[in-house]
């Protein structure tokens, strides 16, 4: 789906709508004269409908020179939509599921509506995607990313799956979300996952946060463990006798 087949085709023929229509095809033209495409913005977020934030809301994945006209613009976007909640919320809970680029979307949804509530909807839109190849995983990894900022007992079930995920960004950032909801008993996925891993990003990323949190490992896994820190290239790191992950102590 294009930025523009977000809204295309939802409105009908009326004058109103052909007039929405009209301006939301000047706000997503980045050959309009800056002074036009600004009204059409101004228009739309005045009349602050489902609509009219579906007609806007592609504008915040594009650029445009002068790169002050494009903050400029975008600002005002965001705004005018985090001020509306009756009306934007489930428009940009729709363009979430859409946008090439989730940052915008997240943060618009951050603003509206309550942690809780924003868990459960990343949560359903990270339900579906799975671990394999994806030629674009930019999107899965962003999601993930905003995970990261977030606490929730939900979390670590639906991200652990994507610590076996094909792209590596993705397992990084599943590792630093597991990593963000403080639950000690996830340290046997993520030393699982060093012990598996040849990435030294990863392996330090799992050594670092276990070392942070002071989670203990399995005492079964202690040997492999051990061995493994001798290969972390910001070492060195020893396995304690209460199994956490530790500098060695320098008399």
Known sequence: ??????????????????????????????????????????????????EAWRALLPRMNFNVDPSITDREEKQYIYEAIVGSKDTAVEPVKEYLRVAPSLTQPVKMLRAMIAP????????????????SYEKNFERKAQLLSSLEELK???????????????????????????LA??????????????????????????VEGLAERGWPIEADKRDAVAQTLQQIPNGPWVVSKDLKISRPVRL
């Open 1 to 50: 789906m294009g930025l523009f087949d977000f809204f295309k085709g939802r409105g009908g023929g009326n004058n109103d709508e052909r007039a929405l229509m009209r301006h939301a095809e000047r706000v997503l033209d980045k050959r309009a004269m800056s002074p036009d495409r600004f009204a059409s913005i101004e228009f739309l977020a005045r009349l602050a409908t489902p």
């Open 116 to 131: 809780e509530d924003l868990v459960t909807e990343l949560l359903a839109f990270l339900g579906t995607f799975d671990t």
């Open 152 to 178: 929730d007992a939900r979390i670590v079930d639906a991200v652990r799956p994507f610590l076996k995920d094909f792209a590596e960004d993705v397992r990084f950032h599943a590792v630093r979300a597991m």
């Open 181 to 206: 909801q403080d639950d000690p008993t996830q340290a046997a996925p993520l030393v699982a996952l060093m012990l598996a891993e040849t990435s030294n990003r990863m392996r330090t990323t799992v």
